[in-house]
């Protein structure tokens, strides 16, 4: 049989309420406050300030995702503006670079044709030299020729 059956069994009663039992509630109690006091209070203070850091870390983090995507459309709008500008001062540099090209290119073309009139006039130039130096040599050939016909004729022969 079970103890509590052969007490009862027995007709005695569970507990007896002498002095040994308000000892053991001043002690209970004791015990409670010692270790209320100088256990479970601190360890509720630190849990407490546990949950307050892990609270603050999450609305930081919070914050912080907050921010970084803001920042983040900030930097990708600065990105896309300063790509537009570079995209314009491209565009620019190509007109420069076609407007001076067709500038070298029409002082090419301005030199060259210098150049062919240059040589086109040192021809012409050339050109009546020779022709004043033919026209001399003509007249002088043929007074050559006109003396040795003439001459010939004036002997009696044949030219």
């Known amino acids: 049989m079970f103890p509590l059956d052969c007490l009862v069994a027995a007709g005695g009663s569970i507990m007896d309420l002498d002095a040994t039992f308000f000892m053991l509630i001043v002690i209970f109690f004791v015990t409670l406050f010692v270790l209320t006091t100088m256990l479970f209070n601190p360890l509720f203070a630190v849990l407490d300030a546990r949950r307050k850091a892990v609270e603050g870390a ?10 970084a995507d803001a920042k983040k459309v900030e930097f990708e709008s600065k990105v896309k503006e300063i790509k537009r500008e570079a995209g314009e001062e491209r565009e620019e540099l190509r007109r420069e670079a076609r ?59 044949r030219p």
């Open 99 to 157: 407007r001076a090209e067709a500038e070298i290119l029409e002082k090419g073309k301005a030199d060259s044709l210098k150049t062919v009139e240059d040589a086109r006039a040192e021809l012409d130039r050339e050109i009546s030299r020779v022709r004043i130096g033919l026209d001399a040599e003509s007249q002088r050939l043929g007074q050559v020729l006109a003396d040795r016909i003439l001459g010939s004729l004036g002997t009696g022969g």
């Open 58 to 67: 999450i609305e930081d983090s919070k914050t912080l995702g907050r921010d």
